[in-house]
């Protein structure tokens, strides 16, 4: 079974603070993606970044990076130098390789707030 | 390049009354995703395509869903005699397959209330 777990439901920071999101994930497979997106209030998902399980490189896009733990099988989103327009809720996301096919389970969330 | 387009943004329905659902995705993605997102969750796979063709459909509920992609491009998703459990926002997405990059992008969704 595969299963998507986003710990804390709310976050929240101030304005340019690090601000780290975890999530663990259950796979069988050996080759899978982790994604996260953020949801806009518009209703919107947006891609943010994505990590390879074959990959040991450090994934960073912007002021977007993870911290990729394969063995605890756990990826942390983290976003730098915060800004308000960074509150919504962010998404962790695990896309399985299947014959055939792929699998994909999102987790629950995590809403974040970014005050000024 | 326009994003994934989702038509209506808002249906509210009457239980046993049937609605349907249009996407057109970013222009050559072959994939296209169609997710249902109760409130408070995050979004569940119900049925994808690659081109015109259903590649997993294990999560529609088949007596009442139904999803086609005739032409490999749009895609319309029907819910026949809705019930309230079908209230949630569905959303739309695509992807190229090709690369094996498999980000999705994703329309704005349709809100849907079951009453």
């Known amino acids: 079974a595969q299963k998507v777990i986003q710990v804390w439901s709310t976050a929240s920071r101030q304005e340019g603070e690090e601000l780290t999101l975890d999530c663990s994930y259950e796979?069988?497979?050996?080759?899978?993606?982790l994604f996260w997106y953020k949801h806009l209030l518009s209703g919107e998902m947006v891609f943010l970044i994505r990590?390879?399980?074959?990959?040991?490189a450090k994934e960073r896009s912007g002021r977007y990076s993870v911290v990729f733990q394969k063995s605890l099988k756990s990826i942390s989103l983290v976003i730098s130098a915060l800004q308000p327009d960074d509150s919504g809720k962010y998404f962790c996301?695990?896309?399985?390789?299947?014959?055939?096919?792929?699998?994909?389970?999102f987790g629950s969330g995590t809403r974040l707030l970014v005050s000024p | 390049e326009a994003g994934v387009t989702q038509s209506p943004r808002y249906a509210v329905l009457q239980e046993g009354q049937a609605v349907s659902f249009w996407c057109d995705p970013i222009?050559?993605?072959?994939?296209l995703y169609w997710y249902q997102q109760p409130r408070d969750q995050g979004p569940q796979l119900l049925v994808y395509?690659?081109?015109?063709?259903?590649?997993?459909n294990s999560q529609l509920p088949s007596d009442r869903f139904s999803a086609v992609r005739p032409k490999g491009t749009n895609s319309t998703l029907k819910i026949q005699s809705a019930k309230q459990g079908d209230t949630a926002t569905y959303l739309c997405?695509?992807?190229?397959?090709?690369?094996?990059?498999?980000?999705?992008?994703f329309g704005p969704g349709t809100r849907l209330t079951v009453l």
């Open positions: 997405a695509s992807s190229l397959s090709a690369g094996g990059r498999w980000e999705q992008y």
């Open positions: 796979t069988s497979q050996v080759l899978y993606h």
């Open positions: 990590q390879m399980s074959s990959s040991t």
């Open positions: 222009s050559g993605h072959d994939t």
């Open positions: 996301a695990l896309w399985e390789l299947r014959t055939g096919g792929y699998k994909v389970v």
């Open positions: 395509f690659r081109d015109e063709a259903v590649i997993d």
